[in-house]
């Protein structure tokens, strides 16, 4: 049975009633964006040109050391799946959330569309595109882990975002499909576009501004291979804690390496410099001294990744993910095996390691049933 | 007459004693720096190749808003020249400087070559070679006012350090003559490499780290124009006054603002993308801030260049001088123009504008006479 949700009483289904479009609309979330001058008003309520589609949208690696709130990239070959379908069963202009299926943590996972990444996100692109007319289905397929330091959230927004958007023939453009996943991001977990903008777009983004939304695709040359060796500790590091970790104010020594270790990062980025791009990765020295020691055994999975020959290692977004770089599927393999044992001999931790290339797509339709 | 100088006492030439260059060699100023692990020892003494060379060192943008004490650039048409001949009458191993020619204020500077940006750069450059039977003598034409904020005692260092290395048949690298005209900033203005950098290198250079040295050269793309619109007014802006003005300490807010301007900032050079670079330009939330204050006329001379159409603007180096960039030489007038007045309404001052290029190229060799 599904659930559904409302936009004025949690057991109701949610509506997007007209009239709150039609002029000064009274947002759901608070909205810090400047949003598209295309309001929804001024398009014709496209029909759906699929019964049913599947997005999927990759993992991301924020913060990227000295990237910190301002840079993520799009991991390929991890994500999260979110199939959608035309429902006659649901209330034109409503949507509910069907299923969420995945490891046991899922559990945790609300249904409710207002509470729910995939949801939120999905309300928004409906919003944008002034859905009245079509009720829809969500299906959540976790493939992320929660709070691993992965964008969990981001991926489920970005692959709701683009399921909504693909359904009724891809109207939106990117931008709006990232203002759409941010809201769902600061209700979970911080106005930060670091996760969603890779996730939605691929690759390396630059978020350079939020008012207004501007971002910066770094183009990684398509003729390197990167792979990022992934490797997850069986560790609860909430991102709240790990933000409270923080220094509220920076020396200004501090502040000038960071800034040209980021510059730094983002020319080995463009110019395919993998040595160059692990170092910077490395060299934070504002966020990464602060968190790794919250984390048991980060700075000697650090130390072990260095040795083992990876570019680059470093906390993959509020961690406890670590993440390391290299050229070479095998010696990434070889380098996370090292890691693993790092994280239980120095921090009593289980975890396990994937590796994967960079994904230069982001988040995608996979599957679609025409009308 | 030649004014020579001496290592020991300031009344006597200034020889390099060969015993100080065989073993662990006593600087003359110390050297934060990874020095080449290729040592003078190591070297057979080279002849002179030229009885004279004449080399040229471009002015140079510091800072560049939120690169700021990481990242410079190199403009055209602007800058010093280092004439410099095999002097029989030096004694071997020693330089003299014989002349200095500019504008008034050059009476301020030093013809002992311990004390002038060029005599350090070139009594540097002799000891990397290991120069003991050939005695030189050294005339700088200062083409740049003294403490503009063009990178006036730099390019006075690069063109030094380049002649002397031309002369003895170009034997050592980029990095080495960057290295010996540190030297010189270390002296008269600080260790910073933001200037000498792109002096020496040409277009845009990222200091990346100091220990060791690592420079990144940002190739912007040659097919695209890039004016510069620099508008010095005649006012002092000493840089221990401009540096005294900066906070020590910076909130995350906007530490992490800057550092993603400096990404942007680097993204947009290599990308060749005007617009974005103009904006990263202008951004600064840190040191901007605190220094256009202290420069009568400085916010309104801002103002007026973006109006204008520029595509960004900011104080170059410590200042006093204001630079504006524009993709267009005719354009770069007007708007250069319409600061002069800025300056002159805003802030009582009188000010000069130059329009020119980006020096791709650096300090480099433009006469010699052979052997």
């Not at 040109?49 to 709130?69: E, H, M, Q, R």
């Not at 809201?183 to 890779?198: I, L, M």
């Not at 770094?218 to 990022?228: D, H, I, Q, T, V």
């Not at 692990?278 to 650090?302: F, N, Q, T, Y």
Request: aromatic share 6%; proline share 7%.
């Amino acid at each position: 049975m599904a659930i559904c949700c409302c936009y004025l009483s949690p057991t109701k289904p949610f509506t997007i009633p007209p009239s709150i479009q039609l002029s000064s609309p009274k947002p759901l979330l608070r909205c810090n964006l400047s949003l598209p001058s295309k309001s929804p008003i001024t398009l014709a309520e496209p029909d759906p040109i699929f019964t049913s589609v599947k997005a999927f949208a990759p993992a991301t690696v924020a913060n990227l050391g000295p990237g910190f709130d301002f840079l993520g990239c799009a991991v390929d070959g991890l994500g999260d799946f979110v199939s959608l379908r035309v429902d006659p069963h649901v209330h034109p202009g409503e949507i509910s959330i069907s299923d969420i299926s995945g490891d046991n943590n899922v559990k945790k996972l609300s249904k409710n569309p207002l509470w729910n990444c995939a949801g939120i996100a999905a309300i928004e692109v409906m919003k944008l595109l002034g859905i009245r007319s079509v009720g829809l289905s969500l299906s959540l397929e976790k493939g992320l882990p929660l709070g691993s330091g992965l964008g969990s959230s981001a991926a489920s927004a970005a692959a709701a975002a683009v399921a909504v958007n693909e359904i009724f023939g891809n109207k939106l453009g990117v931008e709006e499909l990232v203002l759409a996943a941010l809201k769902s991001e600061e209700k979970v977990s911080g106005y930060h576009a670091d996760n969603v903008a890779p996730a939605i777009m691929g690759g390396f983004v630059l978020i350079r501004s939020y008012e207004p939304l501007d971002l910066i695709q770094l183009k990684f040359p398509s003729e390197k291979n990167l792979f990022f060796v992934l490797v997850s500790p069986d560790f609860e590091a909430p991102t709240k804690k790990m933000r409270a970790a923080l220094p509220s104010e920076i020396g200004m020594p501090h502040h000038v390496w960071n800034c040209s270790q980021a510059g730094a990062l983002v020319a080995s980025v463009l110019q395919g410099d993998l040595a160059g791009l692990g170092k910077a990765l490395s060299s934070d020295k504002i966020v990464e001294p602060r968190r790794a020691p919250l984390i048991p055994g980060m700075e000697a999975v650090k130390r072990v990744a260095l040795e083992a020959g990876s570019f680059g290692c470093t906390i993959s977004g509020a961690g406890p993910t670590a993440v390391a770089v290299t050229d070479n599927e095998e010696r990434g393999k070889e380098i996370g095996k090292l890691m693993v044992e790092a994280f239980f001999k120095e921090g009593n931790l289980k975890a396990c390691a994937h590796v994967k290339q960079l994904d230069r797509v982001g988040a995608r339709l996979i599957s679609s049933i025409r009308n």
